[in-house]
């Protein structure tokens, strides 16, 4: 019973009414407070919840949780305990902070070891990701993709219609949002030259991405189905998954992405679970012509309408609203991209994190990166400040906002920023 997703409920703890993290939210973070004090939280309206208080005072008696469970630095073992517990867990919280709840609204001495004001804390990397998987399940990007570097008539390699194209990438260089990114150094090959030049990229570009983080999955040579998926899910965040557009090109064959692409990704600080978003189910697009292969049939509600939003922010100027996209604008489900990943018998961990790859829409407004948006430079994008961009320049920074809403109720993800440093000689 998913009783923390009731839209009728309120809370005694004051939410704005377009705020991403009503009641019925209920994220899971890793914080750290003035005192240095690291504890496992979630959050409602502005107001952090020290879920290590919360437990050690008694609030989730009756469910089977570890003593120090919220007492680590990540969430890996709070994950471990499986989506059944933390479903208990979310139904709890809600309890406690419901309005009609008076044990711990009245109690203003615990309030002062369970409650701190969000921006009071510094936010923490959510989770230790073992394991990071980049997929490409947009098909209106790879289609943008492939008309700029192979003509419209091969913008679509063949195998793209019939699997979710993936790559490994780089676990240790994800930060959580608000770390500043440094323009990468590399190889990269001028227009018209024969042979490569070493310097900083200037091609430098984000990419609008949401990502999912998995609990435990199966033995070593066991696969997960589409069927099955769900049980394996843990929450989502938003994702921008920095490239080096320059570095990218000269590298990229045989193998795929490498130094453009492992230099840095950005990770928003609240995971959402996939409980609190069961109510933004949506239709995903149509899989005809072909149909994809058995092991990949997947039901037609497995899409989520997330709003996405991309903003740019010159150094010392105002945010400009530059991309508004949709997570239910992927081609490739979450679902047949774990039942893929994992069809070979490969394994997942708690933590893990699989990111979509770029997500873009129908139309240029839907572009998720810059590379699209400004047509690989020949249309420069115009800023307030009459400035434009065929990338970015140092200084610039990146927001990502996703948030999800139907005529009950609002809630979202909060937000992914940061500002790129200049490179390094």
Not at 313 to 319: H, I, R, T
Not at 362 to 386: A, R, V
Not at 410 to 424: H, N, Q, T
Request: some cysteine; charged content about 20%.
């Amino acid at each position: 019973m998913l009783t923390a997703n009731d839209p009728s409920r309120k809370s005694w703890i004051e939410v704005s009414p377009d705020s991403d993290f009503p009641i019925q939210n209920i994220p899971f973070g890793v914080f750290m407070a003035n005192d240095d004090h690291i504890s496992i939280g979630t959050r409602i309206g502005d107001t952090a919840i020290d879920l290590a208080a919360l437990h050690q005072l008694g609030y989730f008696e009756g469910i089977s949780l570890p003593e120090d469970v919220f007492l680590q630095d990540t969430l890996n073992d709070f994950i471990t305990l499986g989506r059944p517990t933390v479903r208990q867990v979310r139904n709890r919280i809600a309890e406690i902070f419901d309005i009609k709840n008076t044990s711990l609204q009245t109690n203003k001495e615990q309030q002062a070891v369970i409650l701190f004001k969000v921006e009071e804390l510094q936010m923490l990397m959510p989770v230790f990701i073992q394991d990071y998987t980049d997929f490409y399940s947009s098909r209106e990007h790879a289609t943008n993709v492939g008309i700029m570097f192979r003509g419209k008539e091969n913008a679509l390699m063949p195998n793209w219609l019939h699997l979710p194209v993936g790559y490994h990438g780089r676990s240790s260089s994800i930060v959580v949002s608000g770390e500043n990114i440094r323009r990468p150094m590399g190889q990269m090959l001028p227009p018209g030259a024969d042979t490569p030049v070493f310097g900083a990229s200037k091609a430098m570009d984000f990419e609008l991405e949401m990502g999912f983080i998995t609990n435990d999955g199966k033995p070593l040579g066991e696969r997960i189905t589409t069927e099955e998926a769900e049980e394996y899910l843990f929450g989502m965040v938003i994702f921008n998954d920095w490239s080096a557009r320059d570095l990218q090109k000269w590298e990229y064959v045989p193998l795929g992405p490498f130094l453009g692409k492992n230099f840095g990704s950005s990770i928003s600080p609240w995971v959402v679970s996939f409980d609190a978003l069961e109510p933004f189910r949506t239709t995903r697009p149509k899989q005809e012509n072909p149909a994809p292969l058995p092991y990949l049939n997947c039901a037609e509600n497995t899409a989520y309408d997330i709003k996405l939003e991309v903003y740019l922010q010159p150094e010392g100027g105002e945010e400009n609203l530059i991309s508004e996209s949709n997570h239910k604008y992927l081609y490739w489900t979450i679902v047949q991209q774990l039942a893929h990943h994992t069809v070979n018998g490969c394994n997942i961990n708690a933590g893990d994190l699989m990111a979509s790859g770029t997500i873009s829409g129908p139309e240029p407004n839907n572009y998720g990166s810059m590379l699209e948006l400004s047509w690989k430079g020949e249309k420069p994008l115009k800023l307030k400040d009459g400035s434009e961009r065929k990338y970015l320049l140092d200084g610039d920074t990146i927001i990502m906002r996703a948030f999800c809403e139907n005529a009950e109720q609002r809630l979202g993800f909060g937000e992914v920023r940061s500002k790129i440093l200049p490179a390094k000689n």
